[in-house]
């Protein structure tokens, strides 16, 4: 393309731009007239691109939003380098298939269309600090066409605008520096430009000098270890590394890991050994033209031919008691013949598949809480890989059991809990939808410990299709109460239905609480003092923003209510996703209290959390927002301090986290809050005598876990526990309530065919 127009073209997409960072039109824009309003930028002298940019829409081009955060010092190499890839899916884009790049730019005569373009952003972090040359370097794909008039736009935070750049012949871009291309949360956006025609597949975007090498090295190894038998010739192949904005000049090869280069300087990444039985730790070193270097190791063993297999043995003490129940294991009597030696012990203490303990040493210890005979597992590994395996058990005559709720049972979107009942007749109950049949049931425990339950029950009609969503809380003498949602004209309508008495033997007619908003589709019930009381998020943005609104009855049995008081407003671009409804103590009274989950349309997450003013929730004070994490969990009192919960949703393992607020109004939250595990896919916190026990859903293992506060103020915690195996292929659905001082806690199994509703208490 020539340079008459690039002016014209640059501006056209950066309006289009305007419209999709800040939710405007994004048509086509005629560009007549609008080059004479906007003077040239030039960000900086020593670059050419000066002559290409409109800096005029400085002052109303909308830039990426982002929460404050810290950046970590100095950046990472992953922190400088996006592959072509990794553009920012939630941002304006156009033309990309992958790291495909498909513009289009053939304008009318006069007109010059930014949807012609092709163009991606890109996020890199924690630039501020980084010391290298300040550059941008794009590497390009053989497999696509050559690329020409590439331009890149950056972020300025400091001036509120993009600053664009064209590249040098070999794509780098020099910039005055990184500081003023730093958003709050230390992030630094490049948008990544092109008005040609064709198909260019972009291959990484870069900020600062050379990666060092990255290793990428394969061998000709069988992937069954004990197939190779000594003497073993071992090809290595390392000329698949790279150093991305460098090249790789030469390799040297360890092969006995010792420490020698045995080979140096080498420049195709190929090397062949011999290997003699033994076990080995060959090192692989690159060094790029900077004089960089990385390096890699292969670890295998050449298996002598005439290994025989170790012998496993191992001793447990005590064998047998009370859970929880700590036992000592001793694997010393472990043997391996023929002048070999064992090199690794791996304990199996679990159900659910994997070693929890491998270690080099043959001592061992476990914390046992499953009622009934605890199977461990014990195998050896000698020094050429061979194995051998025993097992004994360890039997518990007191702990954690587990038992059916509701068979073969399809049930989504959240399980309710609540104790209904007081004292000798106090049980725990559950309420849920299900999905297939479009109802809502109830079941409740027939006995305290929650070991046996009654058959469920519908509380309303299942022609009506309600149930979505359930949340559930009790009325004074332990009268459950449920919130849900039902079908509607305008997706679902917000309806609570009360119990006849505690032992919910019959159901009251349903109380419409709102109807035409779909309010029902994610909603939270808690009975504050006295009077049921409903939280909501509005997730069709009706009033052009994302909001919380909070329901009061108007009396006691939630038979009618009164308008809804607007708790909460998002700022513009982020969406509430989640929603939980709490009580803070005021005296004698309570006030309401509220989580609600957000996300702004980035990777970015948080929680909003804020109480009423008064009782009544008329009037609610300005939030605290949490960055990082939203809603999957609830509120619990904690020393008369209400605490709360959550952890990340959208992800394979979020982490859990808790915070407890330092007034008792939950006015005032601190600054940090407290990591009690790396994974929490699902999670429940419960006040278990005086104290919060948070029960999860650990992500890579699908067990239980359990963590106490150590203190009443909950400053610290204890080491995780395991509380049941197993909770299915998928997160569970997890919640809790507790009946007479116990944990009762219920969950979703759902593994291959089995889908079913089940309890764990302790007994």
């Given amino acids: 393309m020539k340079r008459t127009g690039l002016l014209a073209a640059l501006l056209s997409l950066a309006i289009y731009l305007i419209g999709g960072c800040s939710g405007g039109d994004t048509a086509q824009t005629e560009l007549a007239g609008l080059e004479a309003q906007a003077p040239v930028v030039s960000p900086a002298s020593n670059i050419e ?66 949807d012609d373009a ?87 975007v870069l900020a600062g000098n050379n990666t060092l090498p990255q290793m990428q090295v394969t061998t000709d190894l069988n992937p069954d270890p004990l197939k190779n038998i000594a003497p073993r010739v071992v090809s290595f192949n390392a000329s698949g590394s790279r150093s991305y904005g460098g090249s790789i000049e030469s390799f040297d090869f360890d092969w006995e890991g010792d420490g020698n280069w045995d080979v140096e300087g080498n420049l195709d990444g190929l090397g062949i050994h011999e290997f003699s039985a033994g076990n080995y730790d060959t090192t692989v070193r690159a060094t790029d033209n900077l004089g960089q270097q990385n390096t890699y190791v292969v670890s295998f063993a050449a298996i002598d031919p005439a290994n025989s297999a170790p012998t496993a043995s191992f001793t447990r003490s005590p064998e047998s008691g009370e859970g929880p ?36 040493s043959p001592l061992a210890e476990w914390t046992f809480t499953l009622a009934g005979a605890n199977q461990v597992t014990l195998r050896v590994t000698d020094n050429y890989l061979a194995t051998h395996s025993v097992t004994f058990p360890v039997t518990l005559t007191k702990g954690w059991q587990t038992n059916g709720i509701v068979g073969n049972m399809d049930t989504r979107y959240r399980l309710a809990m609540c104790t209904s009942g007081t004292g000798v007749e106090a049980r725990a109950c559950v309420a849920f939808y299900r999905f297939q049949q479009d109802d809502l049931c109830f079941v409740r425990a027939i006995t305290a410990n929650g070991s046996t339950w009654a058959g469920y029950t519908n509380p309303v009609s299942p022609a009506l299709k309600a149930g979505y969503s359930p949340s559930m809380d009790v009325l004074p003498g332990g009268i459950p109460i449920i919130a849900y949602g039902q079908t509607g004209n305008s997706g679902y309508d917000l309806y609570c239905v009360k119990a006849d008495d505690f032992a919910a033997t019959g159901w009251s007619s349903p109380s419409l609480i709102d109807g035409g908003n779909n309010y029902g589709i994610g909603s939270s019930l808690r009975v504050i003092n006295t009077i049921p009381c409903v939280a909501v998020y509005d997730p069709s943005k009706s009033s052009g923003s994302s909001y919380v609104l909070y329901f009061q009855a108007n009396d ?26 709490g009580r803070a103590t005021d005296g004698l ?47 619990v009192d904690v020393n008369g301090k209400p605490a709360y919960v959550g952890s990340e949703l959208g992800k394979t393992a979020p ?95 759902w593994s291959g065919n089995t889908k079913e509703i089940r309890c764990l208490s302790w007994y």
């Fill in 118 to 204: 092709a163009y991606a952003i890109y996020r890199f972090s924690n630039l501020a600090e980084y010391g290298g040359k300040k550059q941008l370097v794009l590497g390009w794909s053989d497999a696509g066409d050559t690329p020409q008039d590439v331009y890149v736009a950056i972020a300025n935070f400091s001036l509120g605008r993009w600053d664009w750049y064209t590249f040098s012949k070999d794509w780098k871009a020099t910039l005055p520096g990184f500081a003023d291309y730093i958003s709050p949360g230390a992030n630094t956006y490049v948008l990544v430009a092109s008005l040609d025609n064709g198909s260019f597949i972009l291959d990484y």
């Fill in 655 to 749: 982490a859990g986290s808790f915070i407890r607020s330092l007034d008792g109004d939950g006015n005032a939250w601190p600054t940090e809050m407290t990591e009690y595990a790396d994974s929490s896919i699902a999670n429940v916190c419960l006040a278990v005598d005086g104290r919060p026990e948070i029960y999860y859903q650990d992500g890579p293992t699908s067990r239980l876990l359990k963590v106490r506060a150590s203190d009443d103020d909950a400053t610290a915690w204890s080491e995780p526990e395991l509380v049941w195996n197993y909770m299915g292929e998928y997160e569970c659905e997890l919640n809790g309530t507790v009946v007479n001082g116990k944990p009762v806690l219920a969950y979703v199994y």
């Fill in 589 to 635: 009274f309570k006030d309401p209290i509220i989580a609600a989950g957000y996300r702004n349309g980035l990777v970015h997450t948080g929680t909003y959390i804020t109480s009423a003013s008064n009782i009544d929730g008329t009037s609610w004070d300005a939030p605290t927002v949490l960055e990082g994490w939203t809603t999957r969990g609830n509120f």
């Fill in 49 to 114: 691109a000066a002559d290409v940019v409109a800096g005029g829409l400085a002052g109303f081009l909308a830039l990426p939003q982002d929460a404050p955060r810290s950046a970590s010092a100095p950046p990472s190499d992953e922190d400088r380098l996006c592959l072509g890839t990794d553009w920012e899916t939630a941002l304006q884009h156009n033309r990309m298939d992958a790291a495909n790049f498909t513009p289009q730019f053939a304008g009318a005569a006069g007109r010059i269309f930014a």
């Fill in 325 to 360: 129940l700590t036992v000592q294991f001793d694997a010393s009597g472990s043997t391996d013949g023929m002048g070999g030696y064992i090199t690794k012990y791996e304990w199996d203490f679990a159900y659910g598949g994997g070693y929890e303990y491998v270690s080099d």
């Fill in 556 to 581: 006691g049995m939630g038979t009618t209510w009164k308008l809804p008081q607007i708790a909460l407003m998002a700022a513009p671009g982020v969406d509430f996703e989640s929603i939980t409804l």
